[in-house]
């Protein structure tokens, strides 16, 4: 009956627990070994120009919709123009404004981005766009291209990557000749050949971008073609009729319309800079959770002042110790002194290390017991003797950090960062089950404690685990059901298994 | 090591996680333990069930009625000190008689002389709290000392030894005899080093004896045979022990018991959480024997009848 409530419980605590850690890691993108570093680049375009008399209007597209990256940040600088964010279709739009401005100026409009394959293309279908209008004689250069392409191909993909063929061949045909009269730039051809997938009743747009890679003072814009099959928008490489996008490419902007308009000003001058940097995978899960308004973030501890997260980093850890309290004395059956004075212990090895830990613990008890059976010849009331071997535990701290200094030893010095309360307690118990059980019950749980200690300390060193358990702190849940579960455990403990052997061999 | 823990399991061991989950949890409900971590609370409640128990001389409580000692010890020469709350044995202090020479030089069981004063002191220490449970501040009884019956003079050193019954709803489930020795100091207490001695539930005849988990025959320091000897009124032992469960109300109890070699078994005091050697002591599993009672569990037994089945089902 019992029984079942705790597995139901444990069996709740440890779902909640892991579908927090699960959204966080998936979702979210909270890194689940330490120092996970995410590339990050900032993309500064600078527009320049000559101001005119009058007011003036200056026009920017701006990345909306990036497949394979998310935004990190943007932000601009300008000054003393007003800013504003306009939406024409399939798009977003910068505009700053000023009613006079003197001498050159320079406008920055500044993103950082960062690598995210599950950033998906979340655009929506488009209409079929309607029949170009086109002049005679290109209407019938086109017309005959375009059924002659659908001859050769069967659908969306097969009939952009023939047309692109068509277009690019070197030796081209006189309807194609025409067609390309006019194209200067690669842009021009982009467009062209959305034009005349238009006339297919095939919606395609151009889209111009540039690779991300290390530092670039000037990105080159490249135009890309990009075609909806009815599911999705795909990509062509415009210059091969391959159907792909470069590795890292970011879209900057869709559409015809040029990068930069500016009204009002003369000799303008723009260019892209790429500047690569690593940053903290933390922080960027950070960013993305608030854009995506989760609350969870709100409760991270990442969001507490840096020293708060140093107590914490060490305060999570404790349940861990505590774990491993349960296991070493319910499923092993090790004897110790107080319940969790191992796990102090433990806390007080993270400062002068393992070693130096169980070599000050032993000395400080091992000369606090031999104070505590001189102290005993006195008959001293309990609280008094208690409070007397607590100072005595002080005095011998002080002692040991001042010899360990002299000989050089500066480890000793860290004695001064064990539990001293519990050390003194410590040995007040130890020193009456001396007197009591004997020498072996004592040291027995003596070293019981310092082996749990030990165990403890190693389990709450662990630095992926004391980085998985600060950034998913829901895990201490599981951890709870852990317990839990340990806490109905009927079975033997590993040390009975030896101390009931005699009866096993009957 | 499984094949160890299937073979234990399939001898009806239990073992501590066991012991503490499944019964002491279940059938030890906390707010009665003080009946039984207070032994001046269990003396009481005992006499007033009409079951017997080492005369009481005088309870100190606190630090200031410590020199009330030697008033309350004046017209005895024998006596037990001991802490109201402690466990295992701890803190007890047997005094057998006063020096010849000095009225307040006191003879311990070990032999050894101590002044009044050093008795002050350890049950200053008693009232501080030293040996009780919980650190809190505690009471010292002292109390009549039992003379204990000759059956067992040839085995055991010094001390006092004591019938230890398990009690299962009401049912004696299994028992032992506990031997001191002189590892254990005259205690009889098997985690010191004292012998523990299974007993037969049907006949009081013992089986053999365990030392540290050890199955042994005879004696370590006399050398006398522990097995065999048959405990004088036994069917009264058991039936008071089962009368525990009445008085207590605990499910899961450990009654432990002097023979006085005048006044007959003693109650010296019930624990609510007994140890589990007394399975290498009696080479049988208790797991086995608290299932059987819960089959036959019929609550409308009083200890006498309940005490006669547990005989037969449990007899050798």
């Known amino acids: ?506 | 090591m499984f094949g160890v823990a299937k073979q234990l399991r399939k001898a009806g061991i239990l073992g501590m996680n066991e012991r503490n989950a499944d019964y002491i949890m279940r059938y030890n409900p906390r707010r009665l333990y003080p009946l039984v971590d207070d032994k001046a609370l269990t003396k009481k409640i005992a006499l007033a069930a009409g079951m017997a128990v080492p005369d009481l001389y005088g309870i100190i409580d606190n630090q200031g009625d410590v020199k009330r000692f030697g008033d309350i010890v004046a017209d005895y020469d024998s006596f037990v000190v001991k802490p109201a709350q402690g466990s295992g044995g701890d803190g007890i202090v047997v005094v057998t008689g006063r020096s010849s020479r000095k009225r307040d030089t006191f003879r311990l069981a070990s032999g050894v002389l101590v002044s009044e004063d050093e008795i002050r002191y350890h049950i200053s220490n008693i009232v501080g709290g030293q040996y009780s449970l919980s650190g809190n501040l505690d009471k010292a009884l002292i109390e009549y000392c039992v003379q204990f019956d000759p059956v067992f003079s040839e085995v055991s050193y010094q001390g006092v030894p004591d019938v230890r019954v398990i009690v299962y709803r009401g049912y004696p489930a299994m028992a032992m005899v506990r031997l001191p020795t002189r590892a254990s100091d005259g205690k009889a207490n098997l985690h010191q080093g004292a012998v523990g001695a299974g007993i037969d539930l049907g006949t009081g005849v013992t089986l053999s004896g365990v030392l540290d988990s050890h199955i042994v025959e005879d004696h370590p320091d006399t050398g006398a045979l522990i097995t065999g000897l048959e405990i004088p009124q036994w069917d009264f032992i058991l039936e008071q022990s089962a009368r525990g469960y009445e008085v207590t109300g605990l499910g899961y109890l450990g009654v432990d018991i002097v023979i006085d070699r005048e006044l007959g078994p003693l109650i010296l005091e019930m624990n609510a959480r007994p140890g589990l050697a007394i399975q290498i002591a009696n080479q049988s599993g208790l797991a086995t024997r608290v299932e059987r009672i819960d089959e036959i569990h019929d609550p409308s037994l009083g200890p006498a009848e309940r005490t006669a089945i547990a005989r037969k089902e449990f007899g050798h």
């Open chain 1, 1 to 506: 009956m019992k029984q079942r409530y705790v597995y139901v419980l444990a069996a709740i605590l440890t779902v909640i627990g892991l579908s927090i850690f699960a959204y966080k890691w998936r979702v979210l993108g909270f890194p689940i070994v330490e120092d996970e570093e995410t590339q990050v680049w900032t993309i500064e375009s600078a527009i320049k120009f000559d101001s005119g008399p009058g007011s003036i209007k200056v026009k920017l597209n701006i990345p909306t919709l990036t497949p394979g990256f998310r935004t990190h940040n943007e932000n601009s600088v300008s000054r003393g123009y007003g800013f504003s964010l306009n939406y024409p279709s399939g798009g977003r739009e910068a505009q700053w404004a000023i009613r006079r401005a003197d001498g050159p100026q320079t406008i920055y409009y500044r993103i950082s981005v960062y690598e995210d394959d599950t950033a998906e293309l979340s655009d929506t279908t488009p209409p079929f766009p309607p029949p170009p209008v086109i002049e005679e004689p290109l209407k019938t250069a086109v017309d005959v291209v375009v059924s002659d392409v659908r001859e050769h191909s069967a659908d969306t993909a097969s009939f952009t990557t023939e047309l692109l063929h068509y277009m690019n061949d070197p030796s081209p045909g006189p309807n194609v000749e025409l067609l390309m009269s006019e194209v200067e730039s690669p842009s021009d051809f982009v467009q062209t050949v959305t034009t005349m997938l238009a006339a297919a009743r095939i919606p395609a747009r151009m889209i111009r971008g540039f690779r991300l890679e290390g530092r670039q003072r000037s990105a080159q814009v490249v135009p890309w073609l990009e075609v909806h099959d009815g599911d999705r928008w795909r990509y062509f490489n415009p210059a091969t009729g391959e159907e792909n996008i470069p590795d890292k490419f970011l879209i900057w902007w869709r559409g015809s319309e040029p990068l930069v308009s500016v009204e009002g000003g003369s000799n303008v001058e723009f260019h892209f800079a790429v500047q690569e940097y690593h940053l903290d995978a933390v922080a960027i899960a950070e960013r993305q959770a608030r854009q995506q308004d989760s609350n969870l973030v709100d409760f991270s501890l990442y969001s507490l002042p840096i020293q708060t997260q140093a107590v914490y980093g060490v305060l999570l850890m404790i349940p861990i110790g505590a774990l491993v309290m349960v296991l070493m004395r319910n499923f092993v059956g090790v004897h110790a002194f107080g319940t969790f004075m191992p796990v102090l212990i433990a806390l007080a090895f993270r400062e002068t290390k393992l070693l130096w830990g169980v070599v000050l613990f032993t000395l400080l008890v091992t000369l606090g017991l031999s104070i505590r059976f001189l102290l005993e010849r006195l008959r001293l009331l309990l609280v008094p003797r208690l409070s007397a071997v607590l100072i005595v535990v002080v005095l011998l701290m002080l002692l040991i950090s001042l010899v360990s200094h002299q000989l050089g030893m500066e480890t000793g010095l860290s004695v001064a960062l064990f539990p001293m309360v519990i050390i003194a307690m410590t040995i007040e118990r130890m020193s009456v089950i001396w007197e009591e059980r004997g020498a072996v019950d004592a040291m027995h749980a003596g070293f019981g404690s310092l082996a749990i200690a030990v165990f403890a300390f190693i389990a709450m060193g662990q630095r992926w685990l004391e980085h998985l358990i600060f950034t998913f702190p829901e895990l201490l849940l599981v951890i709870l059901a852990i317990t839990l579960l340990a806490g109905r455990y009927t079975g033997y403990r590993l040390f009975e298994l030896s101390r009931f052997k005699e009866l096993a061999q009957k």
